[in-house]
């Protein structure tokens, strides 16, 4: 296998995380100009919409299950919580907020998940054991980065392409 072949993952992982920051970037500015979160919303949705619609019927035509009273109902209590109120509290929250707030709070959803599953029985934790210590470790250092990086305020970093970066004005602009 090469690397190329082994590397696809990584790289499909890493343009997806490119994808969300330009997202947010974009739906940020939207907000910034004065477009409701849910207006957003529903402009999401229906881009989502056009665009998987096709796949989903050439690809799952003959794979679906049959539609019962039961899976209506799960589908529909799915589709209000995901799309619907989770989408609407995030842009909300983006309008109120920054984009890197926002992204920084999403990356604690693996962290929640994790507390929650323990919480609710799902997840076991023996921390004798080496996977349980790396679990909780990386939960810790998700929680802790995003609130290092979303309630700390330090100075502002001045890079040396900057015209306010103290002892590189002389480089930048020799007299």
Avoid at 43 to 61: D, K
Avoid at 159 to 165: E, G, I, V
Wanted: proline share 5%.
């Amino acid at each position: 296998m090469s690397v190329l072949e082994r590397s696809k993952p990584f790289l499909a992982v890493i343009f997806i995380q490119l994808c969300y920051a330009l997202m947010s970037i974009v739906a940020k500015l939207a907000l910034n100009d004065g477009t409701s979160p849910r207006v957003l919303v529903a402009y999401n949705m229906t881009v989502a919409s056009a665009l998987i619609s096709p796949f989903a019927i050439l690809l799952e035509r003959n794979k679906r299950p049959k539609m019962t009273f039961k899976l209506l109902i799960q589908v529909s209590v799915l589709s209000l919580f995901e799309p619907v109120v989770e989408q609407n509290l995030f842009y909300t929250g983006m309008k109120l907020t920054t984009a890197t707030f926002t992204s920084a709070m999403s990356n604690v959803l693996p962290a929640l998940t994790f507390i929650m599953a323990c919480i609710f029985r799902l997840e076991k934790v023996d921390v004798s054991k080496r996977h349980s210590q790396g679990k909780l470790v990386g939960t810790i250092i998700a929680v802790g980065g995003a609130m290092l990086m979303t309630f700390v305020k330090g100075n502002v970093v001045e890079l040396p392409w900057t015209n306010k970066a103290r002892g590189f004005d002389r480089w930048l602009h020799p007299t």
